[in-house]
């Protein structure tokens, strides 16, 4: 968690915990952006070319969060599109707007089956541990000290709890998650290390494996230091059940936990009983990560509807995020922080 906090932000901290909203209760003149609200990390997903182009959006980014994801600066077929040849420009420019602004980065992702580079389709079985390691030591080593925390493995399970036919379950077996976090620890010491996952957030078949699969690594003494639970959610399918107990359970552990990807997604055309059903989870999920002590960190995927990826990848959904195209706080955004 962040070091410091006003006492404001202590006492709201203190009575969430013990399971009592302050939120309502504080005059709206005594709220501040979301990062003056809380002694968690609060953050967006942040695209390099907005943050360069847009200053209305790099002005409410830089006011309302403290913590930074690089959406797709980051990963694997963006860096290292022709093998052996780097590009850094997206992420460098992130990186350097957070030193600049006083801001902590979560580095995403390091192992994940998607968005690989096209050329890793030709590497063997017998290679691609050596490759893998490499990754992760090149970009972590560019970095190192400059990012908070790691998403070093991404989306390993499918819905049912089985493990994901990747190309590195495939070709390296199970023990490339355990791999990877040793690989990431001896890369750069001071980051925290994050497995991540999606439709984790209830109690469920996924978040069960997963739950287990943390646990063995505990046992065997694997450098992991935290969950992230995407909460990439929708509507229509209701509220994960059993949230805030799964949270604590994974807490119970021994390691962190984070909400890394928070969106609602909503269908189209939103209206006022649409967003108040928004502003409803969003509300639950912010509440139920402070009330677990080992909750670190809210962080959600893009902060405007101008730039959300769900449109695209959910046709007939969108508005998902707690601000609108506009950048104008949605209802959701004034839940949480009234």
């Known amino acids: 968690m962040k070091n410091t906090f006003s006492t404001r932000r202590a006492v709201a901290l203190l009575v969430a915990v013990a399971g009592i909203s302050v939120w309502n209760s504080t005059p709206a003149s005594a709220a501040g952006p979301l990062k003056d609200i809380t002694n968690r990390y609060v953050g967006s997903a942040v695209a390099a070319n907005h943050l360069a182009s847009e200053v209305d959006y790099r002005s409410v980014l830089t006011r309302e969060f403290d913590n930074v994801t690089p959406e797709n600066e980051m990963k694997w077929g963006v860096v290292e599109t022709d093998r052996g040849q780097y590009n850094w420009s997206g992420a460098d420019a992130i990186v350097d707007y957070t030193q600049r602004n006083g801001k902590s980065v979560r580095g995403h992702t390091l192992v994940w089956h998607s968005q690989l580079p096209g050329w890793m389709n030709n590497v063997g079985a017998g ?32 819905d049912d709890g089985t493990r994901r036919a990747s190309v590195f379950q495939r070709k390296l077996g199970d023990g ?10 001896a890369a750069d010491p001071s980051a925290k290390l994050y497995i ?14 997963l739950y287990n699969l943390v646990q063995t690594l505990k046992q065997q003494g694997v450098p992991i230091d935290g969950v992230g639970f995407q909460a990439h959610l929708a509507t229509q ?13 994974f807490a119970a552990l021994g390691v962190d936990v984070a909400i890394t990807e928070a969106d609602v997604r909503i269908p189209m055309p939103p209206d006022s009983t649409k967003l108040n059903t928004q502003a409803s989870y969003f509300k639950q999920l912010w509440d139920g990560c402070h009330a677990v002590a080992r909750c670190v960190e809210f962080t959600t995927w893009g902060f405007t509807d101008r730039h959300s990826w769900v449109p695209d990848t959910f046709p007939g959904q969108g508005a998902a995020c707690l601000f609108d195209t506009n950048l104008r706080p949605k209802p959701a955004y004034t839940r949480i922080n009234p």
Do not use: C
Request: avoid cysteine; proline fraction near 1%.
């Open 127 to 158: 290679e691609l541990r050596s490759v893998v390691q490499r990754h992760i030591t090149t970009e972590m080593g560019r970095y190192k000290g400059k990012i908070r925390a790691w998403d070093v493995v991404n989306e390993m399970f499918d």
């Open 176 to 185: 490339y998650v355990a791999d990877a976090f040793r690989w990431a620890r």
């Open 196 to 209: 991540n996952d999606y439709n984790t957030e209830g109690l469920n078949a996924k978040s069960d494996a």
């Open 237 to 249: 399918y209701g509220f994960p059940g059993g949230y805030q107990a799964n949270l604590a359970r």
